[in-house]
């Protein structure tokens, strides 16, 4: 049974220099306890689409279509409904844990909040749990470091707490929004394996550009380019039998298969190229990639592609 | 290097280390000292008159160290009271308009359009009068003593705390930690008060003190110009005009509560700079 549906989610951002169409068109599923990777260049809206689904966003945006989360339309309730969804049963994991911790706050106390956030718990039993939340993200002496300052740790160990603050409240799914940005490479296999565990019984969103990172945690991987997806499929079938060109590119820039860039730049989000918006790119380009949009199709099962070449 | 685990130790530590701010320090809690136990410093009432001792100079007779007034009271002991008078207007005035400014400027700065449109026109209508001309307008209004004195100074003084606490939600409310709070499911008073409220304190901490300074010398100027406490209340502003009449014969009269006024805004001042030293985080020093 799907946790989470996306249906036909439009969500732009109105500016002075036109409608910025972060995200055009989405349609994805994630099921209960899977692990859905979103893979994409900077700027290709995957992280809007991530705050789109807990409705994180400036006041003026424009969002259409449905987000069904156990059977209600997250787009249609109220804000107060909504905050009662954050956190207890979506969470989200944001990039840059150095900035995403308030530094005036112990970091026990910040996740002790957290939790008083949703649950009826006094003080105390707040700070206990958070101590407990702190030794399950294996946080050395979490009684003692529960009481010190962000500053006093480090980018790897506020990433932990940050894991740590995200699944206080024992969500249902959890938004992880380039959760290894910014860590070196040891810290980064850490945080990939403890993010596994504490989420293995979870539903996860990942979203993030490392293609590594998602096919050692993800079931299922999709690949979005200026705001829409353009394939999805199974971690396997994406990296032994992808079809987009733009899947096949991204595989060829990875450093252990030849470091081949591609060419050209993502198109704005304001002022999309008609047809194919990847055709500009595209090695394989034909003349109706130039003139008509394509559709997503399912070629295999479960293996959904938009492109007239595949 | 000595770590605190405690940021505000820490800070203590710090501001230790600033000689001047350690000195304004110093001559404050030597003030709020006097303030206290005035009474049992004072050599004699500070409101009684003996016209038998009038005008006596300072440092002739032992009774009155200080000397006497025109009607003959002491003036240590009209100096040590008149601390106290100071001290609580600057405390209630500062107090009143943190508490006022600080809520209207976070407002203002979190929820922006049309509220902060509003409130913000209103602080620069306030701004565009000279301070002190709108404090004696203010205090003219509502009548003479005390109270028109600090509701007058009040009025003035919120527009400071709304703006800098303005400046500062308008770029804490950007911050990930608050997307953060708010990713948590964290409503937008929870995030003002638990999230923003503390990250703004260092900056009000600041003006506060140097505000100190900036009451306690208007406080003194209305005072001066008669819509302060009547007499015989023992307060700085309204000794140094009672002694304008003698400052011929008598200088003392006016010099010595002039010299009070400006070591109490000396000492404010030097620990406000000492704070803002500290507070400042631009000029933190990496040890």
Redesign the interface.
């Known amino acids: 049974m799907n946790l989470l549906e996306i249906i036909d989610l439009k969500t732009h951002f109105p500016t002075s220099n036109g409608l910025v169409k972060a995200v055009d068109t989405i349609d994805m599923s994630i099921s209960e306890q899977e692990t859905f990777g979103l893979i994409g260049e900077t700027g290709c809206g995957k992280s809007v689409l991530g705050h789109s689904i807990?409705r994180?966003l400036q006041s003026d945006t424009v969002m259409k279509g449905k987000i069904i989360y156990k059977g209600k339309n997250l787009l249609e309730i109220s804000e107060a409904e909504m905050?009662?969804?954050?956190?207890?049963e979506i969470?989200?994991i944001?990039q840059?844990p150095t900035?995403?911790?308030?530094?005036?706050?112990t970091v026990g106390e910040q996740i002790a909040?957290?939790i008083r956030?949703?649950q009826r718990l006094n003080k105390k039993d707040a700070k206990q749990k958070a101590i407990e939340m702190l030794e399950a993200v294996r946080i050395p002496s979490p009684s003692q470091r529960a009481?010190?300052?962000p500053h006093e740790f480090s980018g790897g160990m506020k990433q932990r707490v940050?894991i740590a603050?995200?699944l206080a409240?024992d969500p249902a799914l959890v938004i992880a929004d380039e959760p290894t940005k910014g860590l070196d490479v040891t810290i980064k296999i850490q945080i990939v394996e403890l993010m596994k565990e504490v989420t293995a019984q979870k539903a996860m969103l990942l979203i993030t550009h490392d293609l590594g990172v998602a096919s050692e945690m993800c079931d299922r991987i999709a690949l979005m380019y200026a705001g829409e997806l353009v394939e999805y499929a199974s971690v396997i079938e994406i990296f032994e039998n992808p079809l987009h060109p733009y899947t096949i590119g991204f595989l060829d820039s990875l450093p252990g298969r030849g470091l081949v860039p591609i060419p050209g730049m993502s198109p704005s989000l304001i002022d999309l190229p008609d047809g194919c918006r990847f055709h500009p790119r595209c090695s394989h380009v034909m003349e109706i990639c130039r003139q008509k949009h394509p559709g997503m199709t399912e070629m295999k099962d479960g293996h959904f592609v938009r492109c007239f070449h595949a | 290097m000595k770590k605190h685990n405690n940021p505000f130790m820490d800070n203590i530590r710090r501001l230790s280390d600033s000689r001047p701010a350690t000195v304004g320090a110093i001559i404050i809690m030597l003030l709020c000292f006097i303030a206290v136990f005035a009474p049992q410093l004072s050599p004699n009432n500070p409101t009684t008159a003996c016209l038998e001792d009038r005008l006596i100079s300072p440092l002739t007779v032992p009774e009155y160290p200080l000397g006497t007034d025109h009607l003959g009271r002491c003036v240590l002991s009209r100096l040590l009271y008149g601390a106290r008078i100071s001290l609580i207007v600057g405390i209630i005035v500062v107090g009143i308009s943190a508490m006022i400014g600080i809520a209207l400027g976070v407002i203002s700065g979190y929820y922006g359009g049309g509220i902060d449109a509003v409130i913000m026109r209103f602080v620069d209508a306030t701004l565009s009068f000279p301070s002190i001309f709108l404090a004696v307008t203010i205090a003219g209004l509502l009548g003479r003593g005390l109270p028109s004195v600090i509701i007058a100074l009040i009025v003035v003084d919120w527009t400071a705390y709304a703006r800098i606490s303005r400046g500062s939600v308008l770029s804490l409310k950007e911050t990930e930690f608050v997307e953060s709070a708010r990713s948590l499911g964290a409503s937008d008073c929870y995030i003002m008060t638990r999230h923003i409220l503390p990250n703004i304190i260092g900056p009000v901490i600041v003006i506060g003190t140097l505000g100190m300074a900036y009451v306690i010398l208007s406080a003194a100027a209305l005072s001066f110009l008669g819509f302060g406490p009547q007499p015989p209340t023992p307060e700085w502003g309204a000794m140094l005009n009672a002694g304008r009449m003698y400052m011929r014969t008598e200088p003392y009269l006016t010099i010595i509560p002039g010299i009070a006024i400006m070591v109490m805004v000396l000492a404010f001042n030097l620990l406000g700079d000492g704070l803002r030293d500290i507070l400042d985080p631009k000029k933190t020093v990496i040890e």
Do not use: D, F, K, Q
């Open positions: 807990i994180l905050r009662n969804i954050r956190g207890e969470a989200m944001l840059n900035t995403s911790l308030n530094p005036v706050i909040e957290a956030l949703h009481n010190e300052y940050m603050m995200g409240c």
